[in-house]
């Protein structure tokens, strides 16, 4: 619900800053003294097209801020809300924080939880929270997708409406895979066969993973077999079989290091490095001979080798790719004919593409079977309701509108549609001309619906346009009883509605200077007294009305 609004330099209000409660909510004043301005701020911070004449005279700007505290039912989906948007969360999801600066030379700057945001953000976050209801005042209800949101709540049909969504979706995807398919005709079969003598090359030769790094080793070395041959045995030559050889030097090395440590021990770390080599030489000797005995030096294995090198070289080079690619072209190759193969199998596709439309129109015939019987519950509810609103004889109607073809949102268009009085032909709510009708039907609506409506705060603004004695009294009755599941503010001329708030606030002029200034102040009970005193009486406050004031608030 809507916690705190400030203003700076809006209209005629220098500041303010005015806390609200739950339940409902009356301001009044009198004609001229900016009741309307409190809703025009709210507008503005909920992404309202600014202009530069709302700024104060004299001032370079305005700047409207709003604290709305979340209810517990919309943290989750607004906590998501913000985070796809990369705005930082407020009070761990309990509070949204929006402002709105304009500036004289008509540049506008919006915030949501003090980051920079767009206006179309703004209106997205203020959809959530705010609805407003009034004759100048932009309304979710008008919306064609807002009437069909706001019956399938109503009637609960939620679930069923994403159930069809995702098997329409499903079935365009499908309808497209086919088209595709069928438009691709000989370009497809040309593909395949390439594909197919592709797969068939690449499988006959069956490269495998590292086996190019492996098979390149080996060829190395059968390639250099003598060589290896003449190193190893020149080697052990040098080592230990010729008549100097490095081992024979370290064994003579040795003894003699092994004299000299009895005459002086600071030699013994030497001793022990000549030992160690020794010993090292020795290894070597060993492993050399163990490799001799052990090397495959077959030419038959050479050839072999060599052959499987070329095949994987010429393999590569025609398909242009790394020899240690191949492999994974010979997956891909498969994966690729397999995915075309299944593409093109018209047959399938065509069979898949019935059996999605049909499973779609089995449950977009059950929605449109629980809108039709819910539309004409509503319908009644809404128009029994029109008749204590001095709109006697006036209907709604929830017309069931067939889609030439259907659509995500099912088999039909839903359209509020009203007579406003007997003998009228219905037509569509967003077309009716009064702007009093328009509020007094949106009320009986938000009321009939208040517990499918998850827009927190309602805001309406001159409901009682119009009307009078037991009609407003009526009014304000809805009023109340919808402040019981809502936040509501309502801007109201008649004290019938004013004595039923639970919170009463009072918008008054004041001169500074030569300046107007417009204030706005929170009634206790005796000051209630007095503001109905004159909303009944006028200019003169007599002690009738005043008795009458307490009457209408002791009523209540």
Same mark, same amino acid.
């Given at each position: 619900m809507l916690q705190t609004i400030a203003l700076r330099d809006f209209v005629i209000v220098d500041t303010l800053e005015l806390d609200f409660s739950s339940g409902f909510t009356v301001l009044t004043g009198e004609t001229g003294a900016g009741k309307s301005i409190l809703l025009d701020a709210l507008g503005l911070v909920l992404g309202e097209?600014?202009?530069?004449?709302?700024?104060?005279?004299?001032?370079?700007?305005?700047?409207?801020?709003?604290?709305?505290?979340?209810?517990?039912?919309?943290?989750?989906?607004?906590?998501?809300?913000?985070?796809?948007?990369?705005?930082?969360?407020?009070?761990?999801?309990?509070?949204?924080?929006?402002? !709105?600066?304009?500036?004289?030379?008509?540049?506008?700057?919006?915030?949501?939880?003090?980051?920079?945001?767009?206006?179309?953000?703004?209106?997205e976050a203020g959809d959530q929270l705010v609805d407003?209801?009034?004759?100048?005042?932009?309304?979710?209800?008008? %919306?064609?997708?807002?009437?069909r949101d706001l019956l399938d709540r109503h009637a609960g049909l939620g679930g069923l409406g994403n159930e069809v969504g995702q098997a329409f979706r499903a079935l365009n995807d499908l309808r497209k895979r086919l088209a595709q398919a069928e438009n691709a005709g000989q370009d497809i079969a040309r593909e395949r066969e390439r594909l197919e003598w592709?797969?068939?090359?690449?499988?006959e030769l069956a490269p495998v993973a590292g086996e190019w790094t492996a098979i390149q080793s080996d060829h190395g070395r059968l390639?250099?077999?003598?060589?290896?041959?003449?190193?190893?045995?020149?080697?052990?030559?040098?080592?230990?079989?010729?008549?100097?050889?490095? &081992?024979?030097a370290l064994t003579k090395i040795n003894s003699a290091m092994h004299d000299l440590l009895e005459h002086d021990p600071n030699l013994k770390d030497i001793a022990e490095s000549l030992e160690s080599a020794?010993?090292?030489?020795?290894?070597?000797?060993?492993?050399?001979?163990?490799?001799?005995?052990?090397?495959?030096?077959?030419?038959?294995?050479?050839?072999?080798?060599?052959?499987?090198?070329?095949?994987?070289?010429?393999?590569?080079?025609?398909?242009?790719?790394?020899?240690?690619?191949?492999?994974?072209?010979?997956?891909? $190759?498969?994966e690729h004919l397999q995915a075309l193969t299944a593409a093109q199998n018209m047959d399938a596709l065509r069979k898949q593409v019935e059996e999605a439309e049909a499973?779609?129109?089995?449950?977009?015939?059950?929605?449109?079977?629980?809108?039709?019987?819910?539309?004409?519950?509503?319908?009644?509810?809404?128009?029994?309701?029109?008749?204590?609103?001095?709109?006697?004889g006036g209907q709604l109607d929830i017309a069931l509108l067939p889609l030439a073809e259907g659509g995500a949102s099912g088999l039909e268009q839903i359209e509020f549609q009203v007579a406003g009085h007997a003998?009228?032909?219905? !037509?569509?709510?967003?077309?009716?001309?009064?702007?009093? &009708?328009?509020?007094?039907?949106?009320?009986?609506?938000?009321?009939?619906?208040? %517990?499918?409506?998850?827009?927190?705060?309602?805001?309406?603004?001159?409901?009682?346009?119009?009307?009078?004695?037991?009609?407003a009294e009526t009014?304000? $009755?809805?009023?109340?009883?919808?402040? &019981?599941?809502?936040?509501?503010?309502?801007?109201?001329?008649?004290?019938?509605?004013?004595?039923?708030?639970?919170?009463?606030?009072?918008?008054?002029?004041?001169?500074?200077?030569?300046?107007?200034?417009?204030?706005v102040s929170s009634l206790g009970r005796a000051e209630r007294v007095e503001e109905i005193a004159r909303m009944l009486g006028g200019a003169t406050i007599t002690d009738t009305t005043r008795r009458h004031a307490r009457e209408l608030l002791e009523h209540h």
């Open positions: 097209r600014a202009d530069s004449s709302q700024i104060r005279e004299g001032c370079n700007r305005a700047e409207i801020s709003a604290l709305f505290q979340i209810d517990p039912s919309l943290q989750a989906s607004l906590s998501a809300w913000l985070e796809e948007h990369g705005f930082p969360g407020e009070d761990e999801g309990r509070s949204l924080f929006l402002k !709105r600066i304009v500036e004289s030379g008509g540049r506008s700057r919006a915030f949501i939880n003090g980051s920079v945001a767009t206006l179309a953000q703004l209106r407003i209801h009034g004759q100048h005042a932009h309304q979710l209800l008008l %919306k064609g997708g807002a009437q592709q797969l068939d090359e690449l499988s390639a250099n077999a003598a060589k290896i041959i003449s190193g190893c045995q020149e080697s052990i030559e040098i080592l230990s079989e010729s008549d100097h050889s490095v &081992e024979s020794q010993i090292q030489v020795d290894e070597a000797v060993h492993s050399l001979n163990r490799y001799l005995q052990k090397l495959d030096l077959d030419p038959e294995r050479l050839a072999q080798v060599e052959a499987r090198m070329q095949s994987l070289h010429s393999a590569a080079r025609k398909y242009k790719v790394d020899a240690e690619a191949l492999p994974q072209l010979l997956e891909e $190759t498969a499973a779609y129109l089995k449950l977009a015939k059950q929605l449109s079977q629980k809108r039709g019987k819910a539309a004409a519950e509503l319908s009644k509810e809404v128009t029994l309701a029109m008749q204590n609103l001095s709109m006697a003998g009228s032909t219905p !037509r569509s709510l967003a077309k009716v001309a009064s702007g009093g &009708e328009l509020a007094r039907i949106s009320l009986a609506i938000s009321v009939i619906t208040s %517990k499918a409506s998850f827009t927190p705060t309602l805001i309406f603004d001159e409901v009682d346009a119009g009307i009078g004695g037991a009609v009014v304000g $009755t809805l009023l109340r009883q919808l402040g &019981e599941s809502h936040q509501i503010l309502c801007v109201t001329h008649l004290p019938q509605v004013a004595a039923q708030g639970n919170h009463h606030f009072k918008v008054s002029k004041s001169q500074a200077g030569d300046k107007t200034l417009s204030q």
